[in-house]
């Protein structure tokens, strides 16, 4: 696997030379535009990018771009470089997306995007998924060995399919990728809007190469800084809170299926029964947890009315390929990193104790589960934001939110105070932009005049 980014730095510092530098040793091809398939106002195309950056002159792979261009080029202001996050969501789908950024946005910027490694058109990662997979949540510690012995055979099978890339996929190569975009367009400063996962891209470009910021919005904002405990901990612990907002909506609302009832309370029959039934483990917490996005209340309270009352519906989830992509990515953007069933122990019961209603947290506990196992530490270690060299950054967060939680935002605000700027939706669900009259005017405004915001905002629910 790849040498871990840290000892790669040590190496280029005792050497005189940045990761940055020896990227700026290769030049990019300019990329030939083209229609879109799929989309007769879009243009699609491709670059080609060194596998290693760290070994530029040596073998390459080819990523997807795709960008609509400024709907009024007379008052252009840039490139609006775009990524919805996952990890494994297309970038290239989502430049083109037509309903996403206002059409002032969309007027003034070239939006534009480019597939992830592993993701979309960018050398797909794929693992096989046994139907015989052991359950996460080991009582015992032979239950913990089988589990770990199970991931590390299924994470060596999924790397042996999908060498090379597998091994350069972390978030630290795709913004070296993020740049070679940039300068592929000919352009010295570029704007990010990155959203959930995409906002650690943005990070970690900012890091490297604060100087061709234009303007970056960060939408739910991933805290790269956070150790194992506080990345399944905190993320219990906002799920718990959402839970109750739920409650609190359907004691207010009539319509809500469980009005009048005691939520949390008719909750705990809900699993009980949940439980009974054959289908997978915590399939319940699974959806509820899933309709938080939203949030979808009027699902939440269906659903849990229907599995009290016998009639479980059949539920269904769409996860493009963020099971396979995430070995390859969070696995190396963070240290998760369980040595044996003393520590996930101490870790379960910390992420009950803070989130005891949704019994943990769904997320956090299936990536740190999910790289159970995954041998050495990470490529791409996690530290303090260090964006110093960067612009002022929008950060854009839900005070409830159940994939990046509040207190993310808050830290990453902290790690950065002098050149941040924190908007808070008073509300719950995941990604701010698009909630409200207020979000999409701030980050409109910013977007425009990025010089214009430089106090924190709270934006009513």
């Given at each position: 696997m790849r040498v871990p980014g840290a000892v790669l730095v040590s190496a280029f510092l005792l050497a005189g030379v940045t990761p940055a530098m020896a990227g700026a040793a290769w030049s990019p091809s300019p990329i030939a535009w083209t229609a879109c398939p799929d989309d007769q106002d879009g243009e699609c195309g491709t670059l080609r990018v060194p596998l290693d950056w760290?070994?530029?002159?040596?073998?390459?792979?080819?990523?997807?771009?795709a960008r609509h261009r400024a709907t009024d080029p007379a008052h252009r202001v840039g490139v609006l470089l775009a990524d919805a996050g996952g990890p494994g969501s297309s970038g290239a789908e989502f430049a083109l997306a037509p309903d996403y950024f206002s059409p002032a946005v969309r007027a003034r910027f070239d939006v534009v995007g480019f597939d992830l490694r592993g993701t979309g058109g960018s050398e797909f990662i794929r693992c096989e998924t046994a139907a015989d997979a052991p359950g996460n949540e080991p009582t015992d510690p032979a239950e913990f060995e089988t589990l770990r012995q199970y991931n590390q055979r299924a994470v060596a099978d999924c790397r042996a399919r999908n060498l090379p890339v597998f091994d350069h996929a972390d978030t630290a190569v795709n913004a070296q990728d993020l740049d070679a975009v940039r300068r592929a367009l000919g352009e010295t400063e570029i704007s990010f809007h990155g959203i959930s996962y995409g906002t650690l891209l943005g990070q970690q470009y900012a890091e490297k190469f604060g100087g061709h910021v234009r303007a970056m919005v960060l939408d739910s904002t991933i805290d790269h800084s956070v150790d194992t405990?506080?990345?399944?901990?905190?993320?219990?612990?906002?799920?718990?809170e959402l839970f109750r907002q739920f409650a609190a909506w359907c004691d207010r609302t009539a319509a809500c299926a469980l009005h009048g009832q005691d939520v949390l309370?008719?909750?705990?029959?809900?699993?009980?029964?949940a439980d009974r039934l054959p289908l997978p483990h915590n399939w319940l917490r699974d959806r509820v947890f899933g309709d938080m996005y939203g949030p979808d209340w009027d699902d939440a309270a269906q659903v849990i009315a229907d599995t009290v009352?016998?009639?479980?519906?059949?539920?269904?989830?769409?996860?493009y390929n963020y099971r396979s992509i995430r070995l390859a990515v969070v696995c190396q953007d963070f240290d998760l990193r369980i040595r044996n069933f003393a520590q996930y122990s101490a870790l379960r019961a910390e992420e009950l104790r803070r989130g005891p209603i949704m019994r943990g947290s769904m997320l956090g506990h299936d990536e740190a589960l999910a790289c159970l196992g995954i041998p050495g530490p990470?490529?791409?270690?996690?530290?303090?934001?260090?964006?110093?060299?960067?612009?002022?950054?929008?950060?854009?967060?839900?005070?409830?939110?159940?994939?990046?939680p509040y207190a993310w935002a808050l830290g990453i605000h902290r790690q950065a105070p002098a050149n941040t700027t924190l908007v808070t939706y008073e509300g719950s669900g995941h990604a701010v932009y698009q909630r409200t009259p207020c979000t999409r005017a701030v980050v409109d405004g910013y977007l425009l005049t990025p010089q214009a915001l430089r106090h924190d905002v709270s934006c009513p629910a």
């Open positions: 760290d070994r530029p002159r040596g073998p390459s792979i080819t990523l997807a771009v405990r506080h990345f399944v901990a905190d993320r219990a612990t906002a799920a718990d309370t008719t909750w705990e029959q809900a699993l009980i029964a009352a016998g009639r479980p519906p059949v539920t269904t989830r769409f996860e990470p490529a791409n270690p996690p530290h303090r934001l260090d964006v110093r060299r960067a612009p002022r950054i929008l950060l854009l967060n839900s005070r409830y939110d159940p994939a990046t």
